[in-house]
């Protein structure tokens, strides 16, 4: 399916692929030590071997892991074979409209092949691609051939992220109501799938355990109801559940205070170093008590948790990743200037 991409005349990619060919045809082995790297075309070639099961096992899972990686560092091919696999959904979930905005980044650098793709996925389904998401493709390419909209570009990422975060907040919210106005015997124990950022990640944990545990004496209360318990025991497993009850309501409103807190940082417009160190302690969730004694180790543990929420297979996006890692800058520089001083 993707294998044949390469004689697709893409412009400016069969210059580097035509070099690669002149070498011999690295292994699997050494193109994996090129890729983590974050050498684009090794991660493209990676990508091309896991596809056609060439000195590996055939796994199209990890086939578009490494396209995604490679057409994340700029690699055009990789874009659109990643763009297909969300196009067909193939080791990845179907995302026409995703798929559309790759493909259309492909498109206004002329590449050819992206024409036919978007015609044939807006006769197809109904691509629903959120205004800020297109402001942001389009400045992006507008501060690319000229600085000028460089500015515009950074507040097009943070309305694309306000947004998201509304969304998330929105979903949450009537997540909530449905959980308060269900019957006991009913309780969803189900995570919540959400994208948003810790500090949201450890209190969903916490709210999930509520959750589970709620589930748990819910089963215990059936169980002594057929083995005829005792009324007493039957009104401490009812009161346990309204206590579990009121402990999930507890968590939830305080999952929408974090996110407001951070909202009101994030508003604030941070064009001054200090409020950008601001912002970057409030999407990695670090409070006062935290910056104090805040070391790289912790920081670099807190980023491993975060980017598995943040990271596109995790339902994130390449633009929230980008936001972490700028996050992760500011921070670790904050930390290098307090050990100097």
Known sequence: MYRHLTRINLSGLLVLTASWSCIAAPSVAQLEQLAASNDPQAQYQLGLAYETGEGVNKNLVEATKWYRIASDNGHQAARFNYAQALELGTGTKRNPSK????????????????????????????????????????YHL?????????????????RQYNARQKRQVDALQQKEQQTLSAPLEVIDATPIKSNAPFPWLHLMYLLLIGILSALFITREFRRRQRTSASEQSTQQLRQQIELQQQKIKQLTKHIKIISERYQNVANDQPTSPDAQLQLAYARFGFDFADRQNLTIRHLKQRYKKLSRVYHPDAQGSEEEMKQLNLALDVILNRIKQNRKA
């Open 99 to 138: 798929a559309a905005l790759l493909y259309t980044q492909l498109a206004v650098t002329g590449q050819n092949a992206a024409f036919a793709k978007l015609g044939n996925l807006y006769s197809q389904f109904d691509i629903e691609i959120p205004l800020e998401d297109q402001a942001v493709l389009w």
């Open 142 to 158: 507008a501060s690319e051939d000229s600085p000028q909209y460089q500015d515009a570009y950074n507040q097009a990422l943070q």
